[in-house]
């Protein structure tokens, strides 16, 4: 035996998946007996926990062996070969379906009561379950998850059979078991308690989690308009938000950049509504000409700003900028013009000397966070630091590179983004060196 209780496997199952920490994270529960592992896990990643229904269809003449599964959205997975082994008819299969799904509507009922699902629409999103035997519940529920728009699937179980990610076929992005062993008969022989998890409990699990969770953060996608082309983005408000940070892009990059995302579910976890869009059109972007155009790029992000400004639900908040490397040019260009009311910025990893002249008319408090290894951008940070006349600081980040990949450092620059516009987008915008 590997694990004493659904709780213990749940927290060695969180070890191995810190990285996944501060990346836009969900975590998915299979009930009933995949919610209590999913609630360590969510803990550990300080990730919201929900759960994802799918129901096994079992062989009639042996109800605990899987021949397929339903999930949520109409998903079906059918293993034929164990429908031919168990010579099941059509009919039979039909009638098992049917039953079950009256179960799944039943069960979101009864876990769900009137809430609405956890979004899950471009984010990273971490199945659980005690265990994985045949695959056919895990095969549904990837798939159930990929289809409400999941950016990522990372599948997590405590144990599975030696060749269990072949059998997924790809379903998943990532695949994560503590174990693995290749004498598998059952998922409960590697537990020493393995008793049923009741209705009460996975309830209960997550009205906990939702109670001590971050606020709840309303996800929709939306299309700028103004002059000029229409821009898609990805808003992010949670309730009560304090403010509105605008992201503009590096180049290369667009509005489902992972380390934007990242740092912007750390503002969410602290009240603060996030605009993640695409400053150029697909078109544009192919443009070099353009990828690097400060000017335009400003352009677009102030007509985002004056979007926001006018849409119902971000009207009444003050605004920020982050801009991460080029984009932080945009960012400084963008609240360098006249009129334009926005309250702090951030730039990671940017490079405001594109921003030029710009900088001595920024009024906006700036923040510049530069890796401590990317020699040559702290330098160019440094240097338009000293032209800026507006509150300013740079942070350097001890050890990163430009793209904050090492351990720790993009958590870092969230948390350093996350006091900057939380302690600025309050106040007032206040002037002086700063320096």
């Not at 695959?135 to 269990?164: E, K, N, Q, S, Y």
């Not at 537990?191 to 209960?204: G, H, L, S």
């Not at 400003?298 to 003050?318: D, N």
Request: hydrophobic share 45%.
């Amino acid at each position: 035996m590997y694990f004493a209780d659904r709780v213990d496997a749940g927290r060695q199952l969180a070890a191995r998946l810190g990285h996944l920490k501060g990346h836009d994270v969900v975590v998915l529960g299979l009930p009933r007996g995949g919610v209590p592992v999913a609630a360590e896990v969510a803990e550990a990643l300080d990730a919201p926990l929900d759960i994802c229904l799918v129901r096994k269809l079992g062989v009639p003449s042996r109800p605990e062996l899987a021949m397929g599964a339903i999930g949520e959205g109409g998903v079906r997975v059918v293993n034929e070969e164990i429908v031919r082994g168990g010579g099941v008819t059509a009919r039979e299969l039909e009638a098992v379906e049917e039953r079950e799904r009256e179960v799944l509507a039943d069960r979101a009922r009864t876990y769900r009561g009137s809430r609405r699902p956890v979004p899950l629409e471009g984010r990273t999103v971490v199945v659980v379950d005690d265990g994985l035997a045949t695959g056919a519940t895990a095969l549904a529920a990837c798939r159930a998850v990929r289809a409400a728009g999941a950016g990522r699937i990372v599948l997590a179980v405590p144990v599975a059979p030696h060749d269990w990610a072949a059998r997924l076929g790809g379903e998943a992005d990532e695949t994560v078991a503590v174990h693995t062993p290749t004498g598998f008969a059952a998922v409960g022989q590697f537990y020493r308690r393995f008793d049923q998890t009741p209705d009460a409990e996975v309830v209960a699990l997550l009205d906990r989690s939702r109670a001590a969770g971050a606020p709840v953060v309303r996800h929709s996608s939306v299309r700028i308009q103004s002059s000029g082309p229409e821009l898609p983005g990805d808003l992010a408000v949670p309730d009560g938000a304090a403010g509105l940070v605008l992201f503009a892009h590096g180049s290369g990059s667009g509005r489902h950049s992972p380390r934007n995302r990242a740092v912007a579910a750390e503002l969410n976890g602290a009240g603060l509504g996030t605009l993640l869009f695409d400053l150029l059109t697909e078109a544009e972007a192919a443009d070099r000409a353009r990828v690097f155009d400060t000017p335009l790029l400003a352009e677009r992000l102030a007509r985002a700003s004056a979007w926001a400004a006018e849409w119902p639900e971000t009207e009444a908040l003050p605004r920020g900028y982050f801009g991460a490397s080029t984009g932080a040019a945009a960012a400084l260009w963008a609240a360098a013009a006249p009129g334009d009311d926005v309250a702090a910025v951030v730039s990671r990893g940017g490079r405001p000397d594109l921003a030029g002249e710009r900088l001595a008319a920024v009024r906006a408090p700036t923040l510049l966070i530069v890796g401590g290894s990317d020699a040559l951008v702290l330098d160019l940070n440094r240097r338009a630091q000293a032209l800026l006349r507006c509150e300013s600081r740079v942070e350097v980040v001890a050890g990163a590179g430009h793209l904050f990949e090492e351990p720790g450092a993009l958590e870092e620059v969230a948390e350093l983004a996350t006091a900057w516009f939380t302690g600025h987008l309050l106040g007032p915008v206040t002037g002086g060196d700063g320096q």
